[in-house]
T-cell receptor, first 111, second 114 residues
């Protein structure tokens, strides 16, 4: 699986959009980009995933660059409850579950 | 609809002992993965079970073994515990082996080895 690079930490003001970047420059054509978050002392929670098109669900939006070498997770209106560690991972279609997690980005939403 | 459940929540063992952790997947899911998460680090893949067989394995020694039962629940066994085995052990379930399916994680079992 391709390696991902994320900034170790970010701050965001409550009510503003949080934009979390992820670099995956070695991604292969059959690898999906997944985002999870982990709130303190809980298991990771699935947020969103995509292959090459931008995706949106009730939690967030995922923007993948045209060359697929990077992506951005957007939380449109961050709340204090969005404070968590956010993980960006890439996964081959036939490799379900064998997710390689890096150290993620710790997002702190401030009032 | 119950999500992924794990037991016990916390566990304290001493070096050299053996431990068994349990996981029940989300209803309808048939694939279970186990992860180890050391403090301050991301989860590390241990192994994956599907149709009662170990399908993929991460870089973990043979002291780590598992089992999946016909009802899709799973156990993680760790023998000859080391201090370095202290971690949060996470179970995750999904439907089939296809990556496009969401993977749901349980709350984890916190193992402390003294």
């Amino acid at each position: 699986d391709a390696k991902t690079t994320q900034p170790p930490s970010m701050d965001c003001a409550e009510g503003r959009a949080a934009n979390l970047p992820c670099n995956h420059s070695t991604i292969s054509g059959n690898e999906y980009v997944y985002w999870y978050r982990q709130i303190h002392s809980q298991g990771p929670q699935y947020i969103i995933h995509g292959l090459k098109n931008n995706e949106t669900n009730e939690m967030a939006s995922l923007i993948i660059t045209e060359d697929r070498k990077s992506s951005t997770l957007i939380l449109p209106h961050a709340t204090l409850r969005d404070t968590a560690v956010y993980y960006c991972i890439v996964r081959v279609d036939t490799n379900a579950g064998k997710s390689t997690f890096g150290d993620g980005t710790t997002l702190t939403v401030k009032p | 609809d119950a999500g992924v459940t794990q037991s016990p929540t916390h566990l304290i063992k001493t070096r050299g002992q053996q431990v068994t952790l349990r996981c029940s997947p989300k209803s309808g899911h048939d694939t279970v993965c186990w992860y180890q998460q050391a403090l301050g680090q991301g989860p590390q893949f241990i192994f994956q079970y599907y149709e009662e067989e170990e399908r993929q394995r991460g870089n973990f020694p043979d002291r780590f073994s598992g089992h999946q039962f016909p009802n899709y629940s799973s156990e993680l066994n760790v023998n000859a515990l080391l201090l370095g085995d202290s971690a949060l052990y996470l179970c995750a379930s999904s439907l089939s082996l296809r990556a496009t399916n969401e993977q749901f994680f349980g709350p984890g079992t916190r193992l402390t080895v003294l």
